[in-house]
């Protein structure tokens, strides 16, 4: 539809203006959580191009916008560290997949960049990358990986979304889970991704203490994000789930992807039980914990209070406050 709509230095000027501000927002957002170090831990900064000595068991990717919720990626870091995983973890925009210039209607450009990031993460020993993101999933196993094996009779490597390794890594994992993590919990569910909330269901209820509460409410599409076309269907989804889990009493909604972390979190001001990402149950389980500093901050519902209070991050980064305060407006407060 895109592509009909418009020349082709339209569609890939658009393509670009997608990228960059995308760009920015998870650059702005994770370093204003986050230090140089940990960030490097995340495949940015120098990581984003330096070579391992020894080829790792799996690629970690984790997309882009899982960076301004980075306690998440981090927790998953934990857990294969804890199960003795060997991995690098590959993402952000120098990692991009393509699906904003394909959204832009850019279907070459998206393959050029889908490609190289391919061609980047084709060197673990397993021949597996294991992905965070759904939309990148998507784009990588539906788009992009089809079309390098037409081309080539072979695929570089095969993806497999981070919650269905962790299922099938339960067998190791449930030695860990040691610590018993009294809680009720409803999980947010998009079966976009086949098998996903099935697997969560099984992780989330391997963690003793766990009591999983179904609300019997419509599961719909890939991601919170992805229903921004139908944005009054999207909020009636919201508001009906935060009903449904005040009235069954639940401890805690837990989400399994970062936009609808992002979506949800702020709720936690207003209504009487946590919202929660499913790896954060996981790691508590196993004595392992890590600041949800985003939810932190987009509770404040304040943007100059979130600028201040990150302050120290904002100077050690040299970002622009006046730059910082807009992604906040924007990224934070304005999805």
């Not at 060197?123 to 597996?128: A, E, L, V």
């Not at 949800?292 to 970002?319: N, P, T, W, Y």
């Given at each position: ?9 339209e569609?890939?000027?658009?393509g670009?203006?997608n ?36 080829a ?5 990717y984790t997309?882009?916008?899982v960076?301004?919720t ?50 980047k ?29 037409r081309?080539?009779?072979?695929r ?14 339960l ?16 999980l ?23 009591e999983?509460i ?21 909020r ?66 304040d ?17 622009d ?15």
């Amino acid at each position: 539809m895109a592509a009909g709509e418009s020349t082709l230095p339209e569609r890939r000027r658009d393509g670009v203006l997608n990228f960059r501000g995308t760009s920015q927002d998870v650059a702005v957002l994770s370093r204003l959580q986050l230090e140089a170090a940990v960030l490097e831990r995340l495949g940015q900064g120098t990581a984003s191009v330096r070579q391992p000595d020894e080829a790792p068991d799996f690629i970690f990717y984790t997309g882009c916008n899982v960076l301004k919720t980075p306690h998440i990626a981090l927790l998953a870091l934990d857990i294969m560290d804890k199960l003795g995983i060997s991995y690098q973890v590959m993402g952000g925009p120098s990692h991009c997949c393509g699906v904003r210039q394909l959204q832009a209607g850019d279907v070459e450009m998206s393959g050029r960049m889908g490609s190289n990031s391919i061609e980047k993460m084709s060197h673990s020993k397993s021949g597996q990358v294991l992905s965070w993101c759904p939309s990148c999933y998507v784009q990588f196993t539906e788009m992009t990986l089809p079309a390098i094996e037409r081309q080539h009779d072979a695929r570089p490597f095969e993806m497999t979304p981070f919650i269905h390794f962790l299922r099938e890594q339960l067998d190791k994992l449930k030695p860990h889970l040691r610590e018993h993590v009294n809680l009720r919990v409803a999980l947010h569910k998009h079966p976009g991704v086949a098998g996903v909330v099935e697997a969560a269901s099984e992780i989330l209820v391997a963690v003793p203490g766990v009591e999983l509460i179904d609300l019997n409410q419509p599961a719909v599409g890939l991601q919170s994000a992805r229903l921004a076309a139908l944005p009054a269907y999207r909020r009636e989804l919201q508001v009906r789930e935060l009903e449904a889990a005040r009235d069954a009493g639940v401890d805690a909604l837990a989400a399994v992807y970062h936009s609808d972390h992002r979506d949800l979190c702020g709720y936690e001001r207003d209504w009487p039980f946590r919202i929660v990402n499913l790896l954060e149950v996981v790691a508590q389980s196993m004595s392992m914990r890590r600041h949800d500093r985003f939810k932190q901050l987009k509770i404040m519902q304040d943007v100059d209070q979130v600028v201040s209070d990150c302050g120290e991050l904002i100077a050690e980064h040299g970002l622009d406050p006046k730059l910082a305060r807009d992604v906040v407006a924007k990224a934070m407060f304005g999805e």
